[in-house]
């Protein structure tokens, strides 16, 4: 199954590109999932329906799907939240300031991706595609799952949990309501440890769905400086957290053989195009013109999604269904004295980025914006040696530690 996630600048188009490319790859016969994650709900408008927490059939072939990620707070997280809440009550916490302690970070965010993670797994669509969030928290969107799972397995690390669970159950007279943990602390029932297991499960499932060879991130803006310059970062950011950017798409593009108000206008486009055309090569810039009117609807999206990809006719999304051909967004290689890791960071400032170690991980800081990186096993016995930024990557060497390495 093929997943496009897209996003961009808030006011380029976003929602509107993506409810024309779905519209396109239904009217060639791909049976098509759009879902907005966005709560700003604009998908509905642009496709001129209503649409609910469940896909909602908008035209042979394409279905609308508008999350609700309160739904999915209830059946993943309220379990352990109220183990938590318990908890800093047995500490002192004001049980409304516990409450708010223990929403968790970018809920709405996550939970939006894990129905999206549902419908890939389990729905019979040939093509997601995602309305996300303008590109700042996309950003945030996409990095929530492998922020939120070092979250989990350090608040409640289930195996130690479950041990000590059975080893106190085997206890003569054991009583769940009187074992406590430190400072007072209750200890968490088997639901609350299941619930945090199946949890992180599902979270892994997301990383899953989002790095997969099938899914990329298509880029939108509008032919003006400052939009190039924030999606230039945007980008950079993705490589980053190794999402795949296949795309970018240039919209509202004014027409050069019209009047010269519009000529002019045109002119500085080119201008931007052509940048924009060099910082992200080899990756497509498509290109979408002003419509005549505004693209509300499915007869005004088809006329777009034509303008974007060409006639619907059967057959021609296989462009759009092939997979990504894209480099490994993180490699490991092995040379004479140690080891070299990869990371593709493209259009990045060498005086934006940020190297530390942290333990076991690496963190990595462009821009503002940190990723921190589990590092493999080889690398953990190793020492940073040395990094450089070239060529839109980052290579960072490795030598093995003496004390943790031996000879065979």
Request: hydrophobic share 45%; with cysteine.
């Amino acid at each position: 199954m093929r997943v496009v996630l897209f996003t961009g600048k808030g006011g380029v188009g976003k929602t509107t590109i993506a409810a024309a490319t779905a519209v396109f790859a239904a009217r060639c016969g791909v049976k098509t999932l759009v879902v907005s994650a966005d709560p700003a709900h604009s998908l509905a408008d642009a496709l001129g329906v209503r649409l609910g927490p469940q896909p909602t059939e908008v035209s042979a072939g394409l279905f609308g799907q508008q999350v609700d990620p309160r739904a999915r707070n209830e059946r993943s997280w309220r379990e352990i939240q109220e183990y938590l809440v318990a908890a800093l009550d047995e500490l002192g916490v004001d049980p409304l300031a516990a409450d708010e302690l223990t929403e968790l970070p970018g809920a709405e965010e996550v939970f939006s991706l894990l129905e999206v993670r549902d419908q890939v797994r389990h729905g019979p669509w040939d093509l997601v595609v995602v309305d996300c969030a303008p590109s700042a928290e996309t950003l945030r969107l996409l990095a929530v799952p492998e922020v939120l799972t070092r979250y989990v397995r350090r608040l409640l690390p289930m195996e130690r949990r479950i041990a000590r669970i059975v080893a106190v159950a085997r206890r003569p007279g054991w009583d769940r309501k009187a074992a406590s943990g430190p400072a007072g602390m209750p200890l968490p029932g088997d639901g609350v440890v299941e619930a945090a297991e199946r949890f992180a499960i599902e979270l892994a499932g997301v990383q899953e769905v989002l790095h997969s060879p099938s899914t990329s991130v298509r880029l939108v803006l509008t032919a003006e400086s400052v939009v190039l310059a924030e999606t230039r970062r945007t980008w950079t950011a993705l490589a980053m957290h190794g999402f795949a950017v296949d795309a970018v798409v240039a919209n509202r593009l004014f027409d050069a053989s019209a009047d010269a108000w519009r000529q002019g206008w045109a002119r500085s486009q080119a201008q931007v195009l052509a940048e924009a055309e060099t910082s992200f090569a080899p990756v497509p810039v498509q290109r979408a013109g002003y419509t005549a009117a505004e693209p509300v609807g499915f007869a005004a999206l088809a006329e777009l999604g034509e303008a974007l990809h060409g006639p619907a006719v059967p057959g021609a999304a296989a462009a759009l269904l092939a997979p990504p051909s894209l480099p490994d967004p993180f490699v490991v290689e092995r040379e004479d004295e140690g080891f070299v890791l990869r990371l593709p960071l493209p259009l990045a400032d060498r005086q934006d980025l940020d190297l530390g170690r942290r333990g076991d991980d690496l963190v990595v800081t462009v821009d503002g914006r940190r990723r921190v990186l589990a590092l493999p096993s080889a690398l953990r016995r190793c020492d940073v040696a040395g990094a450089q930024l070239r060529d839109g990557a980052l290579s960072i060497r490795f030598v093995p530690d003496p004390a943790q390495w031996r000879s065979l």
